[in-house]
């Protein structure tokens, strides 16, 4: 039965999203899309007022985005590089600034000037857009609009676009570098009949001819990824939960039939935030609420407006993904993609390249969220299972610049390699404060891996330099080799990277191995156990 979940998963690419391509050719393309170049690394994006209207019959979108910016150094006749791909096209741009000429080729919209700015002046571009997006094949893994019908035949619309862009429907500055520091305002148009649901708020609502417009405020920095208009014939609950910040608003929209249904399996929502709340600190976005909303793919983790699609069941579409049988016993898109409110949301990798920074962490927080929820043997025979997810095919991290994502390994295996981090630390508290103090002292940030390692380096007093490098950038697994006489045993480590340091604990006693054979006095002559909890392989030798 194992076997056949674990097959089942991968042969429908489930968990792990879009796979690394491992023999692509990267183009200049790439490189526009992935990096911080001339025509992005002068301004910083402050606020995005847009509107979307979605035309269900003719598959198509229209409306437009207030680009609000700061000039964060001295340039003189600089040209700006908006995000749009094709086949949406820009019908109209302006700026409060004077525009040279403007031309969209490809992917980018090209906005030249003859004007020399200066540090710290603000400034807008407002982009009026059209047209039919790209259709999501597979959705959220391939990214697209979702045009679909719910089980009553009424139209039901939504888009997921984390690894495409979210440039796939909405001109933007498309980087995971640049976030609107003070949020967004989103209308979304919809026939009188349908309602739409942003991020964030709702904080007007009106009739306008024969359609609503539903408007939608985030207060906080959010990727521009997590920006989704989802629009169907949803209804509305509410709930409170008394956090570490005061009362935070729970806001549930779900389709009309579903309502009974989501009020039984959203109670799994309090205990969820509970145990984030313990390990990594309050909820980062207070000011816009937490919200579910009915998806029609299976899930994904937009700011303060997740997606769930997992049919009001346990497990992973009903599923356990570690193949224990744990998993069983929460909600896995509930836990999962509120996890990433934490780690996705609040700390956002700079680049796509350390993705992991996302997953990672977040597969971790199924453990975390098992530890509290249940009990920590239940936790660790959770992060066991996951193991068995893991390819080793190529490196977690991926190409830097070129909207690359590593290996679809960085879940489980960025987790496993957490997992391990937490048996060297050997204290659990100190392991919590770490985690709580990357979300306090990277709150609202992007950041690069390079932060993340150094920061649990210094805050645990251990160099995990070489433990980092092992799992993120190589697809070796440390194997500890052993064999023992009696209280005495003979041990070394290989498939290791040049002067690993991972010491590890055994029946007491830590020892540090190295590829040359050491040995070590035990307490007793039994047998000696292992701790599994450590991603190694051990090997007995003769």
Do not use: C
Not at 192 to 199: I, S, T
Not at 259 to 272: N, T
Not at 391 to 402: F, S, T
């Amino acid at each position: 039965m194992k076997k056949l979940s674990y097959t089942l998963l991968f042969a429908s690419g489930l968990v792990f999203g879009q796979f690394f391509e491992k023999d692509k050719v990267f183009t200049k393309e790439d490189t526009l899309k992935g990096s911080n170049t001339q025509f992005r690394n002068f301004w910083d994006v402050k606020k995005y007022d847009l509107s979307v209207e979605p035309d269900f019959a003719q598959k198509s979108i229209k409306g437009n985005n207030k680009i609000s910016f700061e000039i964060t150094k001295d340039v003189t006749n600089p040209t700006f590089q908006v995000d749009l791909q094709q086949p949406m096209k820009a019908d109209k741009v302006e700026g409060n600034f004077p525009i040279a000429e403007y031309k969209q080729d490809g992917d980018f919209i090209w906005i030249k000037t003859n004007k020399s700015f200066k540090k710290g002046e603000k400034y807008t571009i407002d982009v009026t857009y059209s047209g039919n997006p790209t259709i999501a094949k597979r959705a959220p893994w391939d990214g697209g609009w979702v045009f679909t019908k719910d089980e009553k035949g009424n139209p039901w619309m939504s888009v997921a676009d984390e690894g495409i862009g979210a440039s796939i429907w909405l001109p933007t500055k498309d980087t995971w570098s640049d976030e609107p520091d003070n949020g967004v305002v989103m209308r979304i148009i919809t026939p009188k009949d349908l309602v739409g649901v942003g991020n964030g708020k709702l904080i007007d609502k009106k009739a306008q001819g024969d359609k609503m417009v539903y408007t939608w405020e985030v207060k906080n920095p959010i990727n521009a990824y997590s920006i989704i208009p989802n629009i169907g014939k949803y209804v509305n609950f509410k709930d409170t939960f008394n956090g570490e910040k005061g009362k935070l608003d729970l806001d549930y929209w779900v389709i009309d039939y579903n309502l009974d249904k989501a009020k039984k399996q959203f109670q799994q929502v309090k205990p969820m935030l509970s145990a984030f709340e313990y390990w990594f600190g309050s909820y980062p976005f207070y000011e816009d609420s937490y919200k579910l909303v009915d998806s029609p793919y299976l899930g994904m983790e937009h700011q303060s407006n997740v997606a769930y699609g997992n049919g009001y069941q346990n497990g992973y579409m009903g599923q356990d993904y570690s193949g224990t049988g744990v998993g069983l016993n929460w909600d896995y898109i509930i836990v999962h993609e509120s996890g990433h409110e934490w780690f996705a949301n609040n700390i956002t990798a700079k680049d796509q390249a350390d993705m992991w920074v996302h997953e990672g962490f977040t597969m971790y927080s199924e453990v975390l969220f098992t530890e509290k929820y249940m009990d920590k043997k239940s936790a660790n025979i959770y992060a066991q299972g996951i193991r068995h997810g893991i390819q080793n095919d190529v490196p977690i991290i991926g190409k830097y610049g070129v909207r690359n994502e590593g290996s679809g390994d960085m879940y489980p295996k960025g987790a496993s390699m957490l997992h391990t981090i937490r048996q060297v630390i050997n204290n659990d508290e100190k392991f919590r404060e770490i985690l709580r103090g990357i979300n306090k002292d990277f709150y609202h940030q992007t950041v690069t891996t390079e932060q993340i390692e150094n920061y649990i380096s210094k805050k645990s007093g251990i160099d995990f330099s070489s433990v980092f490098n092992q799992y993120l950038r190589t697809t070796k697994i440390p194997v500890l080799e052993y064999s023992q006489k009696g209280e005495e045993l003979k041990f070394r480590y290989s498939n290791i990277i040049k002067n690993l340091k991972l010491p590890i604990i055994v029946e007491g006693v830590t020892i540090n191995p190295t590829e040359q054979w050491q040995t070590v006095k035990l307490k007793k002559g039994t047998p000696v156990e292992f701790n599994e909890n450590y991603y190694i392989d051990y090997k007995k030798v003769q």
